[in-house]
């Protein structure tokens, strides 16, 4: 699984792990944070998180059109350097009067453009290893890869986000709105670790970074990769193609990201806040540590060539296992489950699953029979569906949701204690529609892109999730005085069109993949 891959894969993750857990700790809170900071209401709130994630992913396409002409590493070091000013600013404790609103616009704004120079760019560069023919059969597998990595980072970022706003609150004596803003800060230090990996590690992948002259990329025999030459008209094809993908993109991204909008909202005022037995271990960040450390160390044990590796893995195994039966012995009591701690289970999913995923890919492979990427997709939209079905039954017979008017502010309010499995069972099947569509969504576009548009072609796959982003909204608008039911088998019809829709241009999609 890991084997045959070139050492510049590794450092580029592990630079966007860094990145990734600072972001998604500030975006675990961010959502309550605006509605419990500035009194926000949850379409007003809904709308600045949507359009702050629409400019996340939309300015990628500025940041490859600048990568194309003036290189990916230059681009990607900007980028960090500008985040950080932004989360530098969102982790002051302003309050919540209109100068402290301004203040976290702006701060929203240079985060956003810091990610567009930065995520999009990593990307490419990933893609670019594998240009090289000698790795040309390890891209999907390579950004299977990748896209475990960063999660591993997403995995920690709703338990940092919790535990230090409640250190803040509890000894350093913050209030509960200031609180937030030390979970803002944790993105701060992740970028510097970043930026230390990016630069620690340079020599792995250097040669795909861009902007290099002719007679410098000449004198590493490793990088001497022909580029592709193609008509205008194998051109053509090749970006309709990838506009009918971001199309379909779209639709996913508008569906999926609710997970930081309203099933955050649902794990607040309608998931029970207590958890016992059994279930409660499923809120401790290291016992999911744990059962991924026994999936890795079990594929470990059959994929081992030596006796030693196997005993190693073999004793991972056990390790792992008595970790978990000596916290199931010591489960005290109630557990408080906080709403921002569901967002924990999707990149849990993402990195257990992913060694799960590539071996079915990788059997069906061996077969002839494996799906093309954009046959995965499909899937994919078709599996999203099945998960918002799975929370609409689960929402039968429950009431609207229901706001309180406190110190003359409008809160939300708590009105039902449904089981946290619901949210725990969603997000493994979200999951598993994003395991389908979002690594091999990537992967399509740096094979097919046209060479000369690579990074203007990755920043229109971030374009099409900008405007799905954006679209998330339309779940905040829609939650308060509509059936739950209802706004669920909204985004049930979005996913199923979407895959039809996926269905009928597959022959096209598939000539140039």
């Known amino acids: ?53 629409m400019l996340v992913y939309f300015l990628p396409l500025a940041g490859g ?14 980028g ?15 309050g919540g009067d209109l100068i402290a609103l301004v203040a976290m616009l702006f701060a929203l704004v240079f985060i956003a453009m810091g990610t567009g120079l930065f995520k999009g760019n990593l990307q490419v560069m990933v893609g670019n290893l594998y240009d090289n023919p000698k790795y040309a059969n390890k891209r999907d597998s390579a950004f299977s890869l990748f896209y475990m990595a960063i999660n591993i980072g997403a995995l920690f970022a709703p338990t940092a986000a919790v535990e230090i706003k409640e250190y803040a609150e509890t000894v350093l004596g913050y209030s509960s709105n200031d609180a937030y803003h030390f979970s803002f800060a944790v993105a701060c230090a992740s970028l510097i670790l970043s930026i230390a990996i990016y630069y620690l590690f340079r020599p792995t992948f250097k040669h795909v970074e861009g902007g290099v002259s002719k007679k410098d990329a000449k004198k590493d025999a490793n990088t001497a990769v022909v580029e592709e030459e193609l008509s205008p008209a194998e051109t053509k094809a090749r970006v309709v193609a990838l506009c009918l993908v971001f199309a379909v993109v779209i639709f996913f991204w508008m569906a999926f990201h609710q997970n930081g909008l309203t099933l955050t909202y649902f794990a607040d005022e309608f998931t029970a ?46 390790a792992a296992i008595a970790f978990l039966l000596y916290q199931y012995n010591n489960i005290g009591g109630e557990v408080v489950v906080n709403a921002p701690i569901f967002q924990q289970f999707n990149p849990f999913y993402v990195v257990a699953l992913t060694p799960v995923s590539m071996a079915i890919f990788g059997w069906l492979a ?3 029979k494996e799906p093309s990427a954009p046959r995965k997709i499909a899937y994919g939209m078709l599996i999203a569906a099945v998960g918002f079905v799975v929370m609409a039954l689960g929402c039968v017979g429950l009431p609207t949701p229901q ?12 009105v039902a204690d449904v089981s946290p499995m619901l949210l725990v069972g ?22 097919v892109a046209p060479p000369k548009l690579k990074g203007t072609m990755m920043g229109g796959w971030f374009v099409a999730t900008a405007i799905g982003n954006l679209l998330v909204g339309v779940g905040g608008a829609l939650w308060g005085g509509i059936d739950l039911t209802i706004v669920w088998t909204v985004f049930v019809a979005l996913c199923i069109i979407s895959a039809i829709f996926m269905f009928v241009m597959m022959k096209r999609l598939e000539k140039v993949a």
């Open 1 to 53: 699984m890991f084997e045959g891959q070139p050492k510049g894969l590794w450092a580029l993750a592990l630079a966007n792990t860094g990145e990734r857990f600072g972001y998604y700790t500030m975006l675990a809170v961010f959502a309550l944070f605006l509605r419990a900071n500035f009194g926000l209401d949850a379409s007003t709130a809904g709308w600045i998180y949507s359009a702050f994630l």
């Open 65 to 78: 059109l600048l990568a194309d002409k003036f290189g990916y590493g230059k681009m990607v070091t900007i």
């Open 80 to 94: 960090i350097t500008v985040m950080f000013v932004g989360y530098l600013l969102l982790s002051l404790p302003l």
């Open 273 to 318: 806040q207590r958890s016992t037995g059994v279930e409660s271990m499923l809120f401790n960040v290291w016992n999911l540590v744990a059962i991924i450390v026994i999936v890795y160390a079990l594929f470990s044990v059959f994929q081992s060539k030596t006796g030693q590796g196997k005993a190693l893995s073999g004793t991972l195994v056990v």
């Open 366 to 368: 061996s077969k002839g």
């Open 403 to 414: 706001v309180e008017v406190v110190d003359g502010e409008s809160v939300a309010k708590h």
């Open 426 to 447: 969603v997000y493994l099947v979200l999951t598993f529609a994003e395991l389908l569509l979002s690594p091999m969504g990537i992967s399509f576009v740096s094979k």
